[in-house]
């Protein structure tokens, strides 16, 4: 109904060891003629994010890339604990507005809401 739909689909989770990670996979849809975009949920917590960020400015990444930050509210809130391990934010990194503001450095658009990352994406495609 949206015009849009999904090539792969990954959850990386967001704990401190996992199989792959953003850094890993994005190079990968890069050379995948199917994926147009990539979409990603994050939540608060973790560097990962502002690594690809790094990355994607580093390298001149041209595949568009939406971002979803779930949890801002952690931000206003500070010491107290959820009991994720992602939720662990290391100093000023790993925080939902350290990530957004990464992100937009580096041009990857972030989605305020659900129904906004259809409405990104389709600008891209």
């Not at 971002?67 to 790993?94: C, L, Q, Y």
């Not at 809401?113 to 891209?124: G, M, P, Q, W």
Request: hydrophobic share 45%; proline share 6%.
């Amino acid at each position: 109904p949206n015009g849009i739909g999904q090539s792969t689909c990954i959850g990386v989770g967001g704990d401190p060891v996992v199989g792959s990670n953003f850094l890993d996979l994005i190079p990968l849809f890069e050379k995948d003629p199917a994926t147009k975009a990539v979409v990603l949920f994050c939540e608060p917590g973790g560097i990962i994010e502002e690594k690809l960020a790094d990355r994607v400015m580093a390298e001149n990444i041209a595949l568009p890339i939406v971002a979803f930050i779930a949890g801002r509210f952690v931000d206003d809130i500070p010491g107290v604990r959820f009991g994720h391990a992602a939720t662990i934010v290391e100093g000023d990194r790993g925080t939902t507005k350290g990530k957004i503001a990464m992100f937009q450095k580096a041009g990857i658009r972030v989605a305020e809401s659900f129904s906004d990352i259809v409405k990104i994406t389709k600008e891209y495609l």
